[in-house]
Nanobody, 120 residues
Framework: QVQLVESGGGLVQPGGSLRLSCAAS????????MGWYRQAPGKERELVAE???????NYADSVKGRFTISRDNAKNTVYLQMNSLKLEDTAVYYC??????????????WGQGTQVTVSS
């Protein structure tokens, strides 16, 4: 089994910054793409950013220039640095990871979610 544990969410004022972390542990052979999604109340879950094992990144248009995704492959950890936060960034943020196993099919795992609230 694989666990993804997120941390770093919280309450921040508009214009502020937060850094989210997500560490994967368990029966892992390798990890491909890792990413962050978010879901605001009444809305569908949407992609925020993703990063391949080689470091290629993809961002939602709404966060380009403000958020930066990175990863530490040695630690199986993905980060999301969020700057210039806006009210509309308020959501539950979920990380995911595409994990390869030695004797089981590859699959995508999800974290439990961490709340980010931007409010004055």
């Amino acid at each position: 089994q694989v666990q993804l544990v997120e941390s770093g969410g919280g309450l921040v004022q508009p214009g502020g910054s937060l850094r989210l972390s997500c560490a994967a542990s368990g029966s892992i052979l390798s990890i491909g793409t890792m990413g962050w999604y978010r879901q605001a109340p009444g809305k569908e879950r949407e992609l925020v950013a993703e990063i391949t094992s080689g470091g290629n990144t993809n961002y939602a248009d709404s966060v380009k220039g403000r958020f930066t995704i990175s990863r530490d492959n040695a630690k199986n950890t993905v980060y999301l640095q969020m700057n210039s936060l806006k009210l509309e960034d308020t959501a539950v943020y979920y990380c995911n990871a595409d994990v390869s196993h030695a004797y089981r099919p590859d699959r995508r795992y999800w974290g439990q979610g961490t709340q980010v609230t931007v409010s004055s």
